[in-house]
């Protein structure tokens, strides 16, 4: 079992950023494709961006493909989501999760993170 634990979160004003943290428990995170998800109040939780083992593909919700940046380092097992140009519609609660496979192939997700709350006030 791997655990993961985010961190980063905050209140920030519009047009700001935040970089958010996850850190990998376990072996197993280098041989795993990561991703970012949120989940606002009232909505379902969506995939805002993923990367896979080797950090040379990455997906991107087409809402934050200019504005955020999903990357890792794999000999500290932690993920990252570099947040600029927040809006307020990005305010969400944010995980991460693990997925078993190299690639983020929709089927193979695993583990969830605790989360870590974004609030950007306009």
């Known amino acids: 079992q791997v655990e993961l634990v985010e961190s980063g979160g905050g209140l920030v004003q519009a047009g700001g950023s935040l970089r958010l943290s996850c850190v990998a428990s376990?072996?197993?995170?280098?041989?795993?494709?990561m991703g970012w998800w949120r989940q606002a109040p009232g909505k379902e939780r969506e995939l805002l961006a993923a990367?896979?083992?080797?950090?040379?593909?990455?997906y991107y919700l087409e809402s934050v493909r200019d504005r955020f940046t999903i990357s890792r380092d794999n000999a500290e097992n932690t993920l990252y989501l570099q947040m600029d140009s927040l809006r307020p519609e990005d305010t969400a609660t944010y995980y991460c999760?693990?997925?078993?496979?190299?690639?983020?192939?929709?089927?193979?997700?695993?583990?969830w993170g605790q989360g870590t709350q974004v609030t950007v006030s306009s």
């Open positions: 999760r693990r997925n078993r496979e190299t690639y983020y192939y929709q089927s193979t997700w695993e583990e």
């Open positions: 376990g072996d197993n995170f280098k041989a795993s494709a």
């Open positions: 990367i896979t083992t080797t950090d040379v593909t990455k």
